[in-house]
């Protein structure tokens, strides 16, 4: 996740936020982010809670700790966030092994201080009556997300953003369980959250331009590239790359070439660093057929949008791709 702009409670963030002091500088680094995105006129977000404690919750609350905001992971399952926590503290020391070579104690500080930013909870509901920015990272399922943020709705003071990290689900229909749609934005983080620069800021037709503006700064001030994209299927990156994905089964179901030769196209020809079906593997089959299920329930009549058999025939026999050992390839 990135730094965002609220509309924060009076004297929120009238003054610099103070963390232990170490040796890595931790704390100038903080204030100067505090300080550049105050100095902008819109005020910055200083607590985010990430609802979904999996592998993009854990990633989203880890960068928003290492970019100077206070975090709140809330998952329903207390084993979830031991699991996450251990997870982030994992990822902090990789990061401050590059970050910090030759130095110990800075790497410590640097481990030490963001993990001290990070706190966790069960009660999504209690944690968002005292939060800038609520980023949910749940499960796919309309039903669910529909349940979580109409509880919220009725939690959250009414300056509170909300946001969603769906891949694949209309914003527009999460957000209509609420009262504030025109604070309810998409921000779809790619995995792994820490690696991967792109965000994708998702505007509906309801979002204002205020909170717009708001979810642009806090995509530059948490490190990211963003870019803003209508409330359509896919958004950008998945719009583009599922239906691809879906092609390249087709053409190996139609025997224009074997998966071996149809990848081995797509990296020498195009430069692509991975073919699509190999690609499809490493995102999960299931993920795939999830998504053009979800498209072609809503679009029937777009060819792009069908399920190929061979993908469903997979997914049926449990073979998912590199996860579970089998899927196009062997692993």
Request: aromatic letters at 6%; one cysteine or more; hydrophobic letters at 40%.
């Amino acid at each position: 996740v990135s730094g965002f702009l609220w509309d924060t409670r009076s004297g929120r963030d009238s003054v610099v936020p103070t963390l232990s002091t170490c040796s890595c500088g931790i704390n100038a680094e903080f204030g100067k982010q505090w300080y550049q995105r105050r100095v902008r006129g819109v005020r910055s977000v200083s607590h985010v809670t990430v609802i979904g404690g999996g592998l993009m919750g854990s990633g989203i609350a880890q960068v928003a700790a290492q970019t100077g905001h206070k975090v709140t992971l809330v998952d329903l399952d207390e084993k979830v966030l031991a699991s996450s926590t251990s997870r982030i503290s994992k990822s902090l020391a990789r990061v401050a092994k590059k970050k910090f070579a030759g130095d110990d104690e800075g790497a410590k500080g640097f481990v030490d201080t963001t993990m001290g930013a990070i706190s966790t909870s069960t009660s999504a509901v209690s944690v968002v009556k005292e939060t800038d920015l609520v980023i949910e990272a749940i499960v796919e399922n309309m039903a669910v997300k529909h349940k979580l943020f109409s509880e919220l709705d009725g939690a959250a003071p009414d300056n509170v953003i909300f946001t969603s990290n769906t891949s694949s689900l209309p914003i527009e229909e999460i957000a209509s369980v609420t009262n504030r749609k025109d604070r309810f934005g998409g921000l779809h983080f790619f995995n792994p959250v820490p690696m991967m620069k792109l965000l994708e800021i998702v505007r509906t037709p309801q979002l204002s331009e205020a909170t717009l503006d708001q979810l642009k700064a806090f995509g530059k001030a948490m490190g990211k590239t963003s870019v803003v994209c209508s409330d359509s299927p896919g958004f950008i990156v998945n719009r583009l790359l599922v239906p691809n994905l879906a092609e390249a089964i087709r053409m190996l179901e139609r025997g224009v070439a074997s998966a071996e030769d149809i990848d081995t196209a797509m990296r020498l020809g195009a430069g692509h660093p991975m073919g699509p079906l190999q690609l499809a593997d490493y995102v999960g089959l299931d993920t795939c057929l999830f998504i053009l299920q979800g498209w072609n329930e809503k679009y029937p009549n777009v060819e792009l949008f069908q399920p190929p058999a061979t993908l469903e025939k997979l997914v049926g026999e449990g073979k998912l791709g590199a996860k579970s050992g089998e899927g196009f390839y062997k692993y």
